[in-house]
């Protein structure tokens, strides 16, 4: 095998448009890509104890990992270090040969975002911003169809936006940041930017070939992928007509207060501009009664995790194979 190509990571929220990104980077010849591989979460946790609950307890295997690192001639860092190359390795395999890049859009290194950049320092990132109004919006129609369900991803909204922030400030020249808005309303100019920062030449017309690309997997956006083939505004204002319920409204103004002034202008957006858009909007009647009663459903499903409890009671018949996660 030849040289292990250069990694490139999306740094976004879901719903951020890093799907669309991702396909028109895989248009150029020189950046490969697979769906969303998300390789690099699991091993990162294994230097983290809070984020998982496994049978095998954790916090446990988190001490025993420090303790195995302690032994080592360069200790944490060699550890990390065998990381990255087994990653790169598996970069190689998953590209043809002579790319000069692989591309990772997995959404959910929000939350590790700040180790990749450590971890990876010969590697590209992008950090890629959208309206948080629109993101919020967009996880409640793709993924709830309309109906509120942000209790599912406070996670992304709150601690990966917060990880997204503080990585982009200390990584510096080392990022590039585009806004989504900028990417659908001045592309060319916009990818031009994006191209140049990878020392890739850009060729217009994969603004239009990146309709034809496909990423086999059971991650990513096929929402998108299958409406849109080309760059696309339609989904620039959408917002308006999700966000314009009483409660919504009040939780997008608490939302956008947390972010502050000064977060969304490293994103690129002014605080007052968008306050005063979102209180622009004509209430509706509608979802009144069914977004009070998720956003208390969405209480008790937050604190309670079914998810974990139907396992277990689908387990019953088996009673050995019910443990406590730690």
């Known amino acids: 095998m030849g040289e292990a190509p250069t990694p490139v990571f999306i740094f976004s929220l879901p719903r951020s448009g890093s799907t669309l990104a991702q396909r028109i980077l895989a248009a150029h010849e020189d950046v ?21 609950y496994a049978e095998f307890n954790h916090a446990a295997l988190v001490n025993a990992i420090e303790d195995f690192c302690s032994v080592l001639p360069g200790g944490r860092e060699e550890y990390l270090a065998e990381i990255r190359k087994m990653v790169l390795r598996l970069y190689g395999r998953a590209a043809p040969e002579g790319v000069r890049y692989f591309l990772d859009k997995t959404p959910r290194y929000h939350l590790i975002a700040g180790d990749i950049v450590s971890a990876f320092p010969g590697a590209r990132y992008i950090f890629l911003w959208r309206n948080p109004l629109s993101v ?5 129609e793709t993924w709830g169809g309309g109906r509120w369900n942000l209790y599912r991803h406070k996670i992304d909204l709150f601690e990966g936006l917060e990880n997204l922030i503080r990585t982009y400030t200390t990584a510096g020249d080392r990022a590039h940041a585009v ?9 060319e100019d916009t990818w031009r930017g994006v191209f140049r920062y990878l020392g890739l030449p850009f060729d217009g017309s994969v603004l ?22 080309g760059v696309s505004r339609s989904s620039l204002e959408r917002w308006r007509q999700t966000l314009n319920t009483p409660f919504r409204k009040a939780w997008c103004r608490r939302y956008l207060h947390w972010i502050g002034a000064e977060r969304l202008r490293i ?24 977004d009070a ?8 499903y937050d604190t309670s995790e079914p998810g974990i409890l139907r396992e277990k009671l689908r387990a019953l018949p088996e009673w050995k194979r019910i443990h406590v996660h730690k």
């Open 179 to 187: 806004r989504y808005e900028d990417l659908v309303t001045d592309p």
């Open 267 to 290: 994103m690129g957006y002014d605080y007052e501009e968008l306050m005063a858009e979102l209180s622009s909007l004509r209430v509706s009647g509608k979802r009144i009664a069914s």
């Open 208 to 229: 239009d070939s990146f309709g034809s690309i496909k990423l086999k997997g059971r991650k990513g956006d096929p929402t998108g992928t299958r409406i849109y083939d």
């Open 293 to 300: 009663f998720r956003a208390c459903y969405g209480l008790a």
């Open 136 to 140: 919020v919006s967009s996880i409640i």
């Open 32 to 52: 490969a890509t697979a769906s969303e591989p998300w390789l690099l979460l699991p091993y990162f946790y294994t230097l983290k104890r809070g984020g998982v």
